[in-house]
């Protein structure tokens, strides 16, 4: 008899669809948003569409975060505390311990990847930063870009932060040229970019939902907007940060964001008060208060696009909508504020007076600015201190959600307390999916947030909180939070930590950790002392590491010693500043192997940006080398001869003299063409990255225009490093300073 297809039965692949009715979700992750920071949670900064969102939703005024980007981030998405899934700190920095790998372990398995295999498209939009910023290069690994983790499509940046208007770009697994287009702002490309995924998606299966991750730049610096956001609000904080912090506090009271009895914490250290400050000084930091508004009212009409979309589809009853912030307001602006984020790495800040002459610029794409922290301690009002800290300011954040169809108290408050890792607990018992105990072969650790769902219902507004305890730790600075009373403690580098002063606060009836009853409750103290110890063990805190500086000129054991000699093609694309050639402080030289024919002019190589960096370039038949010092100071050099026609190597050389300083010299072949001495930056050279045979984005200096690009024939361009670099403590703390600033 023979075999057919009537006699055949068919193996299908079985079809992985949703569960009936589950929702689509949308994570909105602002960057360095204080408690106080959005207009429905105390401020006068215009964000109409969030406050629309949580006056059809609800507000969570005892929702917390790590202090910390990446962090929060790994809670957010894996359920799991930080520690546990090898995020300590940030995809800078791998120790080699199990709790600070600097990426998600596969044993906790993403809410993407749980999505994706539950019959849902994920889609992350923006800021990654949970990856190994050593992987995030061409050569990979991917296993944890994006994609790797469980997304179907990636429009967005790998690191902490990039420049607004020309970031460093990648889309799915590509690093990608900034576009060209003079209005580009990367929260609006972020906001058409989900909107055209979830269409895309939607016309092919309408049936099936999405997940659609948006973490946005905002309101992390460099503070950028368009002019027209931030010119709406000239004047408006002229009054100064100790009336605004005022005028906030009443807000919040009047809304109901603070019990009654709250009390304002007073100012933090090294803060001074308005009233003795210089006039420019004055001028200076409205200005730059100015510029935040405008950054995160900008963001708010992004967010607004979306919600607008989703409802004109008739897609927004049945979205989880949640808006949240990673941490509290950044502190990285220190007393001053500054206009270049390289200055700071560097540990050259920057003065009143020589930022007043360019208050203008500030916000715009020539400067890559941060706020004074005074500013800082008003959008974390009324609490103390900032991000990085685990007191109140760093991890007390603000939370709303909005799903029509799930909540029933819509514009009320919720005042239990929750952490991030509660987010995907929450979500996942929204949609009526249980956590995989195995993914992809891989055994899973448990679950370590509790869903908030409860929270929903009109009945749930005195409901007690699930989630009962919950530690912090971050640089060594400590916490627990235990059935409303919080210990904490503040950790110098160095200190024995069993020799800290730890205070003790009430929570319940003390908001803002103003009143320490340590002295008066020294038992209740001591029990939550060692419930950290205890909650420690449990999450993988331990080793404590108070490491900070030394960490990030840590590199990964490999089985060869770094190569100080690099060789990039015409077509390796965008080079990341995490994978640059380590150039810092010594001294090297580049050399551009070409064939140039009559005419041919263009950047053979460009590393950095309008705030900083370097470019070498042909024009009009000469040599041009020019160095941008943070934005302040343009050295330029040209070759006293023209470059003739051919197959030929040009170069230039830096020799380091001492820190900071050296000599460029300019080279056709062997013969030397030029020479200048240059102050250069000893430690941050560049914040952009680094393009082979053109100028991409924002180009380093203003002699041409992007992208410039070589119009001979570049075959190849050589890095060479001298074996003088100096890892001096001092640097190892200007990268450290870095790298916290950047989340």
């Known amino acids: 008899m023979a075999i057919t297809w009537q006699t055949t039965k068919p193996s299908w692949k079985p079809l992985v669809e949703a569960p009936r009715e589950a929702p689509s979700i949308v994570l909105v992750v602002l960057d360095d948003t204080g408690f106080a920071h959005l207009g429905c949670f105390g401020s006068d900064i215009e964000t109409p569409n969030i406050d629309r969102l949580a006056s059809n939703g609800l507000r969570y005024t005892n929702f917390h975060t790590t202090a910390l980007c990446s962090p929060t981030r790994a809670c957010i998405l894996t359920g799991r505390n930080h520690h546990s899934v090898g995020m ?52 990979g690994p991917f296993n944890n870009w994006p994609l790797g983790r469980g997304f179907d499509r990636f429009h967005g940046f790998l690191g902490g932060a990039t420049d607004q208007f020309s970031p460093e770009l990648v889309i799915d697994n590509q690093q990608v040229n900034p576009p060209s287009d003079p209005d580009y702002h990367i929260s609006e490309d972020m906001v058409d970019q989900a909107i055209g995924m ?22 992390h610096s ?150 004074p922290r005074g500013w800082a301690q008003v959008g974390n009002t009324p609490l103390r201190y900032y991000k990085a800290y685990t007191y109140e300011g760093g991890i007390r954040d603000p939370l709303i959600v909005h799903w029509p169809d799930g909540v029933t108290d819509s514009g009320a408050i919720r005042n239990q307390y929750h952490h991030a ?67 904490v403690t503040l950790h110098v580098p160095g200190s024995c930590y069993e020799d800290e002063v730890w205070s003790l606060f009430d929570t319940e009836n003390d908001f803002s950790e103003v009143n320490d009853v340590s002295a008066e409750y020294p038992e209740r103290l001591q029990d939550l002392m060692d419930l950290w110890w205890i909650e420690a063990e449990r999450y993988n805190v331990l080793p404590l590491d108070d490491r900070n500086a030394e960490l990030f000129v840590m590199r990964r054991p490999r089985s060869q010693p770094p190569s100080r000699h690099h060789r990039f093609l015409l077509n390796a694309g965008h080079v990341d500043r995490f994978n640059l050639p380590d150039f810092r402080n010594r001294s090297f030289r580049v050399i551009a192997s070409i064939r140039k024919e009559e005419g041919d002019e263009g950047v053979l190589v460009a590393v950095g940006a309008r705030t900083g960096g370097f470019s070498f370039w042909i024009a009009d038949g000469f040599l041009n080398f020019a160095y941008n010092f943070i934005n302040q100071k ?14 030929l190597n040009v170069a230039f050389s830096y020799s380091k003299l001492r820190d900071n300083e050296g000599v460029i010299r300019l080279w056709i072949e062997k013969n030397q063409v030029g020479q200048i001495d240059i102050e250069m930056l000893p430690w941050r050279q560049t914040i952009y ?7 991409q984005g924002s180009t380093v200096v203003a002699d041409y225009s992007s992208p410039f690009s070589f119009t001979g024939v570049v075959h190849h361009v050589d890095f060479h490093l001298d074996n003088d670099q100096d890892n001096s403590m001092e640097e190892k703390e200007i990268e450290f300073r870095n790298s916290i600033s950047e989340q």
Not at 104 to 114: D, V
Not at 290 to 307: N, P
Not at 347 to 353: A, F, G, L, R
Not at 689 to 695: E, L, P, T
Request: hydrophobic share 35%.
């Open 421 to 487: 890792i509660d987010i995907l607990p929450t979500v996942l018992d929204s949609i009526g999916l249980a956590p995989p105990k195995i993914f992809n072969g891989v055994p899973q650790q448990p679950i370590e947030g509790v869903s908030f769902r409860y929270t929903f219902s009109k009945q749930s507004a005195d409901v007690p909180t699930n989630h009962p305890t919950q530690y912090y730790e971050m640089m060594g600075h400590r916490g627990i939070w235990h059935d409303g009373w919080k210990a």
């Open 222 to 371: 460099p503070h950028q907007a368009p002019a027209p956001y931030i010119d709406k609000y000239r004047g408006a904080y002229d009054d100064g940060w100790d009336e605004v912090r005022k005028r906030w506090f009443n807000r919040q009271l009047d809304l109901g964001i603070v019990p009654e009895h709250t009390q304002l914490a007073p100012r933090n250290p090294g803060i001074e008060a308005w009233s003795d400050l210089s006039s420019d000084a004055k001028k200076l930091y409205a200005r730059f208060q100015e510029v935040f508004a405008g950054f995160l009212s900008h963001t708010d009409t992004q967010i607004g696009r979306l919600v607008d979309f989703l409802d004109t589809q008739n897609l927004l009853d049945n979205t989880l909508l949640v808006v949240l912030s990673d941490n509290g307001a950044s502190q990285e602006g220190h007393e001053h504020g500054t206009l270049n984020e390289l200055a700071y790495y560097n540990k050259m800040p920057m003065s009143v007076n020589e930022m007043v002459n360019r208050i203008d610029e500030i916000g715009g794409p020539n400067l890559h600015v941060n706020y």
């Open 198 to 219: 979830i269409s895309a998606q939607h016309s092919a299966d309408p049936r099936r939902p999405f997940l659609a991750y948006l973490a946005f730049g905002a309101t």
């Open 88 to 139: 300590r700190f940030l995809t800078n920095v791998d120790t080699g311990f199990s709790n600070c790998r600097g990426e998600i372990s596969p044993t906790a398995a993403t809410l993407a990847e749980i999505l994706s295999s539950n019959g849902y498209s994920t889609f992350a939009l923006g800021k990654w930063h949970l990856a190994n910023m050593e992987d995030c290069s061409p050569a």
């Open 634 to 647: 343009i050295t330029l050099l040209k070759s006293n001869r023209r470059v003739p026609l051919g197959e």
């Open 689 to 695: 990255g680094m393009d082979i045979g053109s100028d």
